[in-house]
């Protein structure tokens, strides 16, 4: 079974950065494609942003284009999610997820594994 795990969230103010990080047990990493989903309170888990399996094909929400960047780095078997300019309304639950298709969709269901969640707050 593999096990995804994430890191690196936090509480920041408003316009400030961080950058998440997961990582994927086993030796099919370089296989998946990857994603980041987030779950605000009351609000229903929804798509951040998705890679291929070899990084040259990125996908992003609306609401996170031009602000988050997310990358892999196969070698190391970790997967990276930059955010910039935080506002407030990306306060959730952020989870990394890993696809077996290689080339990924961008729901829930395509996605076969999934981390527990790191908690990200931006306050005003």
């Known amino acids: 079974q593999v096990q995804v795990m994430e890191s690196g969230g936090g509480l920041v103010q408003a316009a400030g950065s961080l950058r998440l990080s997961c990582t994927a047990s086993?030796?099919?990493?370089?296989?998946?494609?990857m994603g980041w989903f987030r779950q605000a309170p009351g609000k229903e888990r929804d798509f951040v942003a998705a890679i291929n399996y070899n990084g040259r094909n990125t996908y992003y929400a609306n609401s996170v284009k031009g602000r988050f960047t997310i990358s892999r780095d196969n070698a190391k078997n970790l997967l990276y999610l930059l955010m910039n300019n935080l506002k407030p309304e990306d306060t959730a639950v952020y989870y990394c997820?890993?696809?077996?298709?290689?080339?990924?969709?961008?729901?829930?269901?395509?996605?076969?594994?999934w981390g527990q969640g790191t908690q990200v707050t931006v306050s005003s």
């Open positions: 997820a890993a696809s077996k298709q290689g080339n990924p969709g961008l729901i829930e269901i395509e996605y076969d594994y």
């Open positions: 086993g030796r099919a990493f370089g296989d998946f494609a």
